[in-house]
């Protein structure tokens, strides 16, 4: 079986996941730098590293939401279609239609949502200062990838190849 993922994406769509591809794997390191420092610290140096768990806490969270945009854009995220793949023909492509409007509703929810999240919001990460305004842009980013992926979806959906 051939995934999406296991093919080169030509032009600025691979470009775009090669990119995501390095940033995922370069937040996978630094989380588990920063665990591994913060567990070497408590349990041979006997004290903790409050850096290293709030850096790794802010790495996580944008590993977890950049590796969901990576993961609709490669079209590789977990989908239950015993259902959708039980209809008929004209069904499906309804389903499949149903699914991206969706998607659409919850990615501008979320651009929306954020924009009002940040219009009063100047705090800072209480032990490096990190602004929370930084660390929970990985939203619309995530948001936006997400959004690109469901365009393409959307074109793949009307041109006839659901695949």
């Given at each position: 079986?051939?995934?999406?993922?296991?093919?080169?994406?030509?032009?600025?769509?691979?470009?775009?996941?090669?990119?995501?591809?390095?940033?995922?794997?370069?937040?996978?390191?630094?989380?588990?730098?920063?665990?591994?420092?913060?567990?070497?610290?408590?349990?041979?140096?006997?004290?903790?590293?409050?850096?290293?768990?709030?850096?790794?806490?802010?790495?996580?969270?944008w590993l977890v939401?950049?590796?969901?945009?990576?993961?609709?854009?490669?079209?590789?995220?977990?989908?239950?279609?015993?259902?959708?793949?039980?209809?008929?023909?004209g069904l499906r492509?309804?389903?499949?239609?149903?699914?991206?409007?969706?998607i659409y509703v919850?990615?501008?929810?979320?651009?929306?949502?954020?924009?009002?999240?940040?219009?009063?919001?100047?705090?800072?990460?209480?032990?490096?200062?990190?602004?929370?305004?930084?660390?929970?842009?990985?939203?619309?980013?995530?948001?936006?990838?997400?959004?690109?992926?469901?365009?393409?979806?959307?074109?793949?959906?009307?041109?006839?190849?659901?695949?």
């Open positions: 079986m051939t995934t999406q993922a296991s093919s080169p994406t030509p032009g600025w769509l691979g470009f775009l996941i090669s990119t995501l591809r390095i940033a995922v794997g370069l937040l996978v390191v630094g989380v588990v730098f920063c665990v591994c420092a913060n567990v070497f610290g408590r349990f041979v140096l006997n004290t903790s590293y409050s850096w290293a768990e709030e850096m790794s806490r802010v790495l996580f969270i939401l950049l590796g969901a945009g990576l993961g609709s854009l490669e079209r590789q995220h977990v989908a239950v279609t015993w259902f959708k793949d039980m209809a008929p023909t492509r309804v389903l499949s239609l149903l699914a991206i409007a969706i919850v990615c501008i929810c979320i651009l929306l949502g954020f924009n009002e999240l940040i219009s009063g919001f100047t705090s800072a990460t209480p032990m490096l200062g990190i602004p929370r305004t930084w660390l929970y842009s990985a939203m619309p980013v995530m948001a936006v990838l997400t959004l690109i992926a469901n365009t393409l979806a959307l074109i793949a959906v009307c041109r006839g190849d659901e695949s």
